[in-house]
């Protein structure tokens, strides 16, 4: 919890100073003395979407850095839905996301499907959702049904406690966007 709170604080922070720049209060050396990202945050705003002429699926096929989220998509029976009409947004662990997860709780949800869901449906939404925007943390609804955090904070584009590229791909139905860790539902 502390981690949420110290990213809010951050972000309202950031808010209140975006707000006063924009109104011209801040010059530029002002905002640096802040410490708050802006130039980091201007440059990951800008980024453009790689365009991909395929599915959500398709590009994830062609990212070698995704082969661990494509093997448990097929597993969980997911490649039909996340292949289907749009949009979607999906937050995509990376394999080094994947390696951090210890052993033996990545392997206890890969061996129950209805866990492995679970979980990779808390990585996708069914509409834009681009964790560059938010300077103030976003409450976005997941497939899963609970809801992920998006922001911009001092460690850049964010969901929930993963970081996110700045580099989205734009596909043929929906946007992916590489995060550096695995998201976990809450479990009841």
Not at 174 to 183: A, Q
Request: glycine content about 6%.
């Amino acid at each position: 919890m502390k981690h949420y709170t110290r990213k809010f604080t951050f972000s309202v922070q950031a808010a209140v100073a975006g707000v006063a720049m924009a109104a011209g209060l801040l010059a530029s050396p002002a905002a640096q003395a802040t410490g708050l990202p802006w130039s980091n945050y201007v440059k990951c705003r800008n980024t453009q979407l790689t365009e991909f002429p395929g599915t959500i699926v398709d590009a994830a096929v062609a990212t070698p850095e995704l082969s661990t989220l494509v093997s448990l998509v097929q597993a969980a029976n997911l490649v039909g839905p996340l292949a289907g009409k749009g949009p979607l947004t999906v937050f995509a662990p990376t394999n080094a996301a994947f390696s951090k997860v210890p052993a033996p709780l990545l392997n206890l949800i890969g061996s129950d499907i209805n866990l492995l869901t679970s979980v990779l449906t808390y990585h996708v939404t069914t509409a834009h959702a681009d964790p560059r925007r938010n300077l103030i943390p976003t409450q976005v609804k997941t497939l899963q049904g609970q809801t992920v955090y998006l922001g911009f904070d001092a460690d850049g584009a964010s969901v929930n406690q993963s970081t996110a590229n700045c580099k989205g791909v734009k596909t043929t139905n929906g946007t992916v966007w590489l995060i550096d860790s695995v998201l976990l539902p809450q479990f009841k």
